[in-house]
Structures are given as C-alpha cells and as structure tokens.
C-alpha cells in the first residue's frame, strides 16, 4: 500500500469488491453459528468425492475461502443451518387472524 495525493492507494486481487465482502462476511457468520451450534467440534469424519473443479474455482471466488476442506465445511454448515424461510413463508400465506388489530 502507498499514498497517492493524500489518499490511501490499496491494492485489491482481482474480482474483489462489495460482493466478495459480503461474501467473506457471510462465511464468517456462517461459520460462527455452526461453532455455537456444536457443529464443528469433532473434526474426525472424512468426505469425498469428484466435483467440477470449476465449480471449485467458482465458490472460492465467491466466497473468498482459500482451501477445499474450508470450504466443503463451509458448504456443509451453510445447508444445515439453513432455516427454510421461504418456505415456511409460503406455507402462512394469507393465514393472519382477520381479528388482529394492526394500528391502522
């Protein structure tokens, strides 16, 4: 890093940015709910499998995590914890008691 004109020079990698910042954010909250949620104390099952190294190459961009066993756990984590929202909202549609005062 320098200074150019008073202003910081930084030098990011390529495809960096808001989104890879969002991303990496992401990960790390991710990540810290599966440790709070027990998921990641005992390290000792093994998965394997081929996978597209594309693909690969793809969620690391995306994700900003630098190693296949990071980012499978990061994967892993990611599904178990997902809490279906969507559904769950579709599945209450239109399901408001009729009686409930609203404020308006």
């Given amino acids: 890093m320098g200074m150019i004109g008073g202003k910081r020079k930084t030098s990011k990698p390529e495809g960096t940015g808001a989104f890879r910042t969002t991303s990496e954010s992401r990960v790390k909250a991710v990540m810290a709910a599966a440790e709070l949620s027990g998921l990641l104390h005992e390290k000792s099952g093994r998965i394997g499998g081929r ?15 630098a190693t296949d066993t990071d980012l499978i756990e990061f994967a892993l984590a990611n599904v178990a914890l997902e809490d279906n929202f969507a559904e769950r909202f579709k599945a209450v549609r239109g399901t408001v008691d009729p009686d409930l005062k609203l404020g308006f």
Avoid: D, N, V, Y
């Avoid at 996978?51 to 995590?65: D, F, H, M, V």
């Fill in 51 to 65: 996978i597209s190294p594309e693909l690969i190459r793809k969620a690391k961009a995306q994700t900003g995590i």
